[in-house]
C-alpha cells in the first residue's frame, strides 16, 4: 500500500476541501488551516500537498472561470473523491479506538 497513505497536514488540507466544498481552492484551504487547524503554511505547501492527494485519487480538480479581480487568471478548485472521504474516516476509526483503548487502560492524560 506504499504511496497510499496520508500524512498529517495532507489530512488536514483534505479536511479543508471538504469543510469548504465548492469554495475549495487553494487560499480558502490555507485560511481554513490557519484558523481552525491554528496551523500557518504557505500556498506552495497547500498546492504541493493537494497535489499529492490528487495522485492518490483522494482529491479531483478543475480549473473555474477566469476572474477579473486574479488579472484574469482562473482559480483551480478541488474535490474530496470517495476514497479521499473514506480515508479520513479511516484515519478517524483509528484514533476512536487507540483513544478508547488508552481510557479502558486508564491512562489517559489529565
Not at 497536514?9 to 490557519?34: D, K, T
Not at 478508547?100 to 489529565?110: F, P, V
Request: proline share 1%.
Amino acid at each position: 500500500m506504499k504511496g497510499t497513505k496520508i500524512g498529517e497536514f495532507e489530512e488536514f488540507v483534505l479536511l479543508g476541501v471538504c469543510q469548504l466544498g465548492e469554495e475549495a481552492h487553494s487560499v480558502n484551504i490555507l485560511e481554513v488551516l490557519e484558523k481552525v487547524a491554528e496551523r500557518r503554511s504557505s500556498l506552495g505547501a497547500i498546492y504541493a500537498a493537494l497535489d499529492r492527494l490528487e495522485r492518490k485519487g483522494m482529491v479531483t480538480s478543475w480549473i473555474g472561470q477566469a476572474e477579473t479581480g486574479r488579472a484574469g487568471r482562473p482559480k483551480r478548485h478541488f474535490k474530496a473523491t470517495e476514497k479521499g472521504v473514506q480515508e479520513l474516516d479511516r484515519l478517524e476509526a483509528i484514533r476512536t479506538r487507540m483513544r478508547r483503548l488508552i481510557r479502558e487502560r486508564g491512562q489517559e492524560a489529565g
